[in-house]
């Protein structure tokens, strides 16, 4: 039977969304006050699938869980500028929405899980009314 675990990690960034190629004109009609920079307080929710050993009750070890993010989310992107410190966004494509955060974070979590332990979800909340989901990798 597979059981999910979900682990959620906290930490605050700064983004704003414009498009290096559009006018600032087009950039203020589509992103209105997010093209300047502006923090949010994140909520990033990992769900893991696997079998939970018969010895442990666990599907994973979480202090090896909680390394992997804490290297892979908070220490990439806590007090940071997302556009300009995290290389992956910082040409301006993509912008670094919660929808594009959650697929970044999909590839490189996932990566990094021992075997027989998947990545169902990551989850990026900007605030309680504005989260992403990602299932899979684009």
Excluded at 65 to 82: F, P
Excluded at 116 to 131: A, K
Aim: glycine share 6%; charged share 20%.
């Amino acid at each position: 039977m597979s059981t999910s675990l979900i682990r959620v990690v906290r930490f605050r960034a700064e983004h704003h969304l414009a498009l290096p190629e559009w006018s600032a004109a087009r950039n203020r009609e589509v992103f209105g006050p997010l093209m300047q920079s502006h923090p949010h307080d994140y909520a990033c929710a990992i769900t893991v699938a696997g079998v939970v050993d018969g010895r442990t009750g666990m599907l994973v070890d979480l202090t090896l869980l909680d390394q992997i993010l804490a290297d892979e989310v908070v220490a990439q992107l806590d007090r940071k500028n997302l556009n300009r410190d995290i290389p992956f966004f910082a040409g301006g494509h993509p912008l670094p929405t919660c929808e594009a955060l959650a697929s970044w974070l999909f590839t490189r979590v996932a990566a990094r899980l021992p075997p027989g332990v998947t990545l169902e979800r990551v989850r990026v909340e900007e605030d309680p009314t504005l989260y992403a989901e990602c299932t899979h990798p684009d």
